[in-house]
């Protein structure tokens, strides 16, 4: 990149495209080639750059020029101002919310300061659709180096002593999953990339495929060498479409570099990747469902072990590890076990990516290391709560995790922390609420997504999760009673207990933590027919403000089961034994009269 | 529902899913690719469909069937002109993606999973597009719409009709 005075590197991730930042690509190239400044000028549309709450992005290099929320139509203002006069524009520029000013360098945001970009770190600084790029910034170096002078053995002691365990939810060791499928003998070997990525709001893995394809690549070729193995799989969503455009350039670009294919680098390793697509089932995320599903079968799930590194895609030894776990490898042979080792905690080493989203002033994805506190990542990198509300719970683990709370906050956060803490890393997701979140309907929201991803093969999660589902609703529309909470938990800990995978075994904890740590807001549900964050409808009571009220008579018009009484220019009522809620008196009253309680 | 609709397979519909079916060694291993590629060619997989696709790769319908109806990317009922799909995943349910559907029901009286009569709109809901930073996110057919409140859904559809 060094041969360009300035570099202007634009996101293209899947969030600031939405905001039309490919227009703003080409008008930055079209303004640049009118000044005929395009030979000193160089525009790249990277990978996301984390901060996707004021998307598009916009970095300039090399001075680090950090420009928030920019329109196609400023790509004029940024190349006449920034380039030709050298000059920042200021309105662009990332406003410090607490202290009011403009910061122009990233590196000063309260989102970056904290963060440490491993997985990460050629997101958002390389163009994801050229090779060159990414062997400038050590791609593939790694594959050289274990190559030419370190035996498998070697590298999976490389990987045991840096403690890596796999990001993809589960935590088990890299190392020595690697290691079991070396041992387990076969003719054939394969090396999966799971990149299913299920848990609905997290989006780390597709950041990852759309801004550093090649450094998931080049692990699943060293997976390949030290397992003995000459294929490779990607497993992704259908619902990834740029992440697979991506992946398929990084593929035919390695393939033409000799970095993927026959004999690479000419050291007589043949190793070569393809891809298969997922279609939309969240528990073909679990790695035996996935084999089968790559089969072209149903993706149900079967009983472990045995293991997949001892029979796995095809019957044969097969390596399932998640794109995260992968994206970390290169660096660790890189820099070095004991490197890695010294970030993190004892027992979760290195950093872990999350996407934060909620009610979350800054949402984006974020890396930090291993060990830092959920208040960390909540009030200083996530920037607090939005407009200045409470902060209730957070949610990590997704559909399989628990909500933490205030009393959580000063945690490490760490495989075994949160666990302790009754929820769980999962695969990244981490979702803020506030005081306008009911958590009982929280724990509904999960339910209705395994109720709908569970592929049924066992009774306790296929049923089971159904009914936990219909108490619930139960409770949500204002019938709950007293037993129902007893009965939610014996039937919670009878799903955990019998399931057969790991989407019945966990489905239950959004539940059973939401118990445990707003028990008060199940029993205000039931016994006071109160839900505090005024969320559940049926809970509320749709009132009239005398003082707001003209006696117009619309609302009484308009209520279906005439519950509204009130003559002309005098206030109306509503009479609550008959309404049945359904908000149409509020939608046709022009003075705001009509309250939800 | 979903086995009223039939169709009768034209002469290069047949020899499209031959194609495909050949493109991929005929290998049972590829049914989910094969399906893959023939929805994205007529949009959906209708029963016709599936009985080809079964006698090209020799396995049983059912077996094809039970593949389709698994997984929520295949569909066996053509989607509208139109598609609409809100994101009901987790950062965009906290951001409210529920009163965004139900605006969409009401401005389009149809269900989830319906098709408007005039088969200009269909609506559907996904999890998660990744672009949770702009929650909440509604999709009609390739475009993006991010911060999607309520009161925006009338415009949305207006750049549609
Ligand atoms: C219901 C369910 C869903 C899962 N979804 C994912 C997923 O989306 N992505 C992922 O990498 N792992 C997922 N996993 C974990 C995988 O089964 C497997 O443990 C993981 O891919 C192993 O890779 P790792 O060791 O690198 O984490 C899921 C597990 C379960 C039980
Ligand atoms: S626990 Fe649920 S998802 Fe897992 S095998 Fe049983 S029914 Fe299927
Ligand atoms: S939850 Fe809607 S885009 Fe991620």
Redesign the pocket.
């Known amino acids: 990149m060094a041969d360009y005075k300035y570099d202007i590197l634009v996101c293209g991730g899947t969030g600031c495209r939405a905001t039309e930042s490919e227009l703003l690509v080409s008008n930055l190239k079209a303004e640049l080639k009118t000044l005929q400044l395009d030979s000193e000028v160089q525009v790249v549309s990277t990978g996301c750059f984390g901060f996707c709450e004021k998307g598009p992005i916009v970095k300039i290099m090399p001075d680090n020029t950090f420009y928030t929320q920019v329109n196609a139509s400023d790509a004029a203002e940024i190349v006449s101002e920034h380039i030709v006069k050298g000059r920042k524009v200021n309105r662009l520029l990332y406003l410090d919310p607490v202290e009011n000013k403009n910061v122009a360098d990233s590196k000063n945001m309260d989102f970056y300061k904290k963060q440490l970009r491993v997985a990460l770190r050629n997101c958002g600084f390389i163009n994801p659709e050229n090779i060159e790029e990414s062997i400038a910034r050590d791609g593939y170096s790694a594959l050289g180096t274990i190559l030419q002078s370190i035996t498998p053995e070697g590298v999976i002691d490389i990987l045991k002593k840096s403690g890596l365990?796999?990001?993809?939810?589960?935590?088990?060791p890299?190392g020595i999953?690697w290691e079991m499928a070396r041992k387990n003998n076969a003719d054939q070997k394969y090396v999966v990339c799971?990149?299913?990525?299920?848990?609905p709001g997290a989006f780390m893995?597709r950041s990852i495929l759309e801004g550093d394809p090649h450094s998931v690549l080049e692990a699943m070729a060293i997976c390949g060498y030290c397992i003995g193995a000459t294929k490779g799989l990607i497993y992704i969503r259908a619902e990834y479409p740029l992440a697979i455009k991506r992946l398929k350039v990084a593929i035919g670009q390695a393939r033409e570099y000799g970095l993927l294919g026959k004999n690479i680098l000419d050291f007589g390793f043949d190793f070569d990747v393809e891809l298969r697509y997922g279609a939309g089932a969240?528990?073909c995320?679990?790695?035996t469902s996935?084999i089968h599903s790559m089969e072209g079968k149903r993706g149900e799930p079967t009983v472990k072990p045995p293991f997949p590194a001892e029979s796995g895609f095809m019957n044969k030894p097969t390596i399932?590890?998640?794109?995260e776990?992968y994206a970390n490898i290169p660096v660790i042979i890189n820099k070095g076990a004991d490197w890695f080792a010294s970030i993190g905690t004892e027992k979760s080493k290195g950093t872990k990516v999350f996407a934060l989203a909620g009610k979350i002033n800054n949402v984006g994805l974020i890396e930090v290391p291993m060990g830092t506190t959920l208040r960390e990542v909540i009030f200083e990198i996530g920037g607090g709560i939005k407009n200045g509300k409470k902060f209730k719970a957070v949610q990590t683990g997704g559909p399989?995790g628990g909500c933490l709370t205030e009393k959580h906050l000063d945690i490490p956060i760490d495989f075994d922390n949160l666990i302790a803490a009754g929820s769980m890393m999962g695969?990244g997701g981490m979702i803020v609420m506030d005081e306008d979140d009911c958590m009982v309907s929280m724990a509904k929201f999960f339910l209705e997504f395994t109720v709908e991803e569970s592929c049924g093969k066992c009774a306790p999660c296929r049923i089971g999760n159904k009914r936990l589902f219909e108490i619930l609703t139960k409770i949500t529309d204002g019938k709950g009673v007293k037993q129902d909470l007893t009965d939610l938990r014996n039937l919670c800990n009878v799903i955990k207990d019998t399931s057969l995978?790991?989407?019945g075994q966990?489905s239950p904890n959004p539940i059973l933590s939401t118990m445990e740590n707003f028990w008060h807001e199940y029993v205000d549900h039931i016994e006071n027919h109160k839900c505090e964050a005024a969320h559940c409808r049926a809970l509320m009571k749709y009132e009239i403000d005398e003082e707001n009220c003209i006696g117009c008579t619309a609302c009484a018009r308009a209520c279906p089961v005439a519950a509204i009484t009130g003559s002309k220019k005098m206030p109306h009522i509503i009479n609550q034994a008959i309404c049945i809620k359904c908000g149409a008196c509020m939608e046709k009253c022009k003075f705001n009269a009509v309250i939800l309680k | 529902m979903a086995d009223n609709i039939t169709i009768k397979l034209k002469k290069e519909d047949n020899e499209f899913i031959e194609k495909v079916c050949a493109s991929f060694n005929y290998s049972k291993t590829e049914l989910i690719n094969v399906l893959h590629q023939v929805q994205e060619h007529f949009g959906y997989l209708p029963a016709e469909v599936q009985e080809k696709i079964a006698s090209e790769l020799k396995m049983s319908v059912a077996k094809v069937f039970g593949v389709v109806t698994f997984y929520s990317f295949f569909t066996m009922l053509p989607k509208g002109e139109f598609p609409i799909s809100i994101c009901t995943g987790t950062a965009c349910y906290v951001r409210g993606a529920e009163k965004v559907l139900d605006e969409f029901r009401k401005q389009l009286n149809i269900e989830v999973g319906q098709t408007t009569p005039d088969g200009k709109f269909s609506l559907g809901c996904l999890r998660c597009v990744g672009a949770c930073g702009l929650a909440p996110v509604v999709m009609v057919g390739e475009k993006t719409f991010g911060r999607v409140s309520a009161d925006k859904v009338e415009e949305i559809l207006a750049e549609f009709r």
């Open positions: 365990r796999g990001r993809g939810g589960g935590g088990f890299t999953k799971n990149a299913d990525e299920g848990d893995d969240f528990v995320g679990e790695e996935l399932v590890n998640n794109v776990t399989s695969s995978c790991g989407l966990t």
